[in-house]
């Protein structure tokens, strides 16, 4: 018997519609950088979103900056930046489907 597990994908894309951004009140000339991520129906996973700035001597991460995540323009939830430039966020997707956030 063959077994069909179905897999909800995640898609975080700034520029589509399901995006984390700056909240209201921050200035920042910062690139927001999010991977996809793969889960299935009532199984948590974990958006991030990274926000870094070019500096002289490279790349960093900016620190302590919060995040509002959006699916389908609904604001679903808000966490800040890390030493790194990296915002987490728990969520558990209710259907499968490609979700943009």
């Known amino acids: 018997m063959k077994s069909h597990i179905t897999w909800l994908s995640v898609i975080l894309i700034g520029f589509c519609g399901l995006l984390a ?7 920042s000339e910062a690139e ?10 009532r ?3 974990i958006l991030q979103a990274r926000v870094v700035e070019d500096m002289p001597d490279g790349t960093t991460g900016l620190i302590d900056k919060p995040l ?3 699916l389908q323009g609904q604001l679903i939830g808000q966490a800040k930046t890390d030493e790194d430039g990296w915002a987490r966020l728990k ?5 499968r489907g490609n979700l943009q956030l």
């Open 91 to 95: 969520f558990t997707p209710k259907m």
């Open 21 to 27: 951004m700056p909240s209201a009140g921050e200035d």
């Open 43 to 45: 199984k948590e996973v």
């Open 68 to 70: 509002d995540f959006y």
């Open 32 to 41: 927001i950088f999010v991977p996809d991520v793969l889960s299935s129906p």
